[in-house]
């Protein structure tokens, strides 16, 4: 089940991530999709190259698929989480 917990550590999960460096403030607009972005994707690769997009239209900075990957990975088991 979805739940206001599951969300929070999602966006907690997100700020840490911080991939520019630039502060865990700055993320508001990106991290608001990532979240949706959690919702509509079940597998990792797949969560990873949308949060790539996601980060990548906004900065206009390339950040390595594989550190979407791991993020996708922690995104997706705060999501299985809340279902179990």
């Not at 089940?1 to 865990?24: C, H, R, S, V």
């Not at 607009?29 to 597998?43: F, G, P």
Request: aromatic fraction near 14%; glycine fraction near 2%.
């Amino acid at each position: 089940m979805i739940t206001k917990e599951m969300n929070y550590k999602i966006i907690a999960l997100l700020q840490e991530w911080d991939p520019f460096k630039i502060g865990e403030e700055e993320y508001e607009n990106e991290i608001e999709d990532v979240l949706q972005a959690v919702y509509d994707h079940h597998h990792p690769s797949d969560l990873a190259k949308r949060i790539q997009a996601i980060y990548q239209y906004s900065y206009n900075q390339w950040i390595p698929l594989q550190d979407c990957t791991k993020i996708s990975y922690k995104l997706l088991a705060v999501k299985m989480e809340a279902y179990v």
